[in-house]
């Protein structure tokens, strides 16, 4: 079983909607919930972290953690075309020594 | 003002060559990485290094070692490459240890190896 997985895509949703990004991970001790987003040929940059079980919003953003069903999602509210880009989701536990990304999924935002 | 930099951005080079990464960062942070980014995409962490000392030591082939001649530069020394190290690695750097902070990547190094 691979450590983080994601849905590879593409998810695509028209502009305006609600694009939601899925991540599940199979090491129970993991303890920091990370998104990044990448943009074609570009370096991966966060948008948002999240510890604690339950959701926290950043602007259009919200992240979503369940520990106990080990998944962390990703909201993105009025989905823009600027939006489509691959989404990493990233693990980490032990205090910095198992610090794991998933493939990443691909969002398309349709104008 | 350029926050973590890379150089070269593209590297193409034949089998078996030694080739080095360099990377530089101007924020303060006490903490560096080197990331490989493979043809699928997946992303994955190689080395960490913080006020010099390594911190984190994937298993990756010992024909790659990482030098930090100080606390804003991490070089990447790769010897006798393969076609398998093609790929983009990007550097990162964040004032606490991985995960506590957020990391700022550098704009990655296409490596090519014929």
């Known amino acids: 079983q691979k450590e983080v997985e994601q849905n590879s895509g593409p998810l695509s949703v028209p502009e305006g909607a609600i694009a939601s990004l899925n991540c599940t991970y199979s090491?129970?001790?993991?303890?920091?919930f990370f998104w990044y987003r990448q943009y074609s040929g570009k370096s991966p940059e966060l948008i948002m972290f999240?510890?604690?079980?339950g959701d926290k919003e950043d602007g259009r953003f919200t992240a979503q953690l369940n520990k106990a069903s080990q998944y962390v999602s990703l909201l993105i509210r009025d989905s823009q075309p600027s939006d489509s880009a691959t989404y990493l989701c990233?693990?980490?536990?032990?205090?910095?020594?198992?610090?794991?990304f998933g493939p990443g999924t691909r969002l398309s935002v349709l104008p | 003002d350029t926050a973590v930099s890379q150089t070269p951005k593209y590297l193409v080079t034949q089998m078996g060559n030694d080739k080095s990464i360099k990377c530089e960062q101007n924020?303060?942070?006490?903490?560096m990485y080197w990331y490989k980014q493979d043809s699928k995409k997946f992303l994955k962490i190689m080395f960490s290094?913080?006020?010099?000392?390594?911190?984190i030591n994937e298993t990756v082939p010992n024909r790659f070692s990482p030098k930090s001649p100080d606390k804003a530069h991490l070089n990447l020394h790769i010897n006798s490459l393969e076609l398998g190290d093609s790929a983009v690695y990007f550097c990162?750097?964040?004032?606490?240890?991985?995960?506590?902070?957020?990391?700022?990547f550098g704009p990655g190094t296409r490596l090519t190896v014929l």
């Open positions: 924020l303060g942070h006490d903490t």
């Open positions: 999240i510890y604690s079980n």
């Open positions: 990162a750097s964040s004032q606490g240890y991985v995960g506590t902070d957020t990391q700022y």
């Open positions: 090491d129970r001790g993991s303890q920091s």
């Open positions: 990233a693990v980490i536990n032990n205090y910095g020594q198992n610090f794991v």
């Open positions: 290094y913080n006020n010099k000392e390594l911190i």
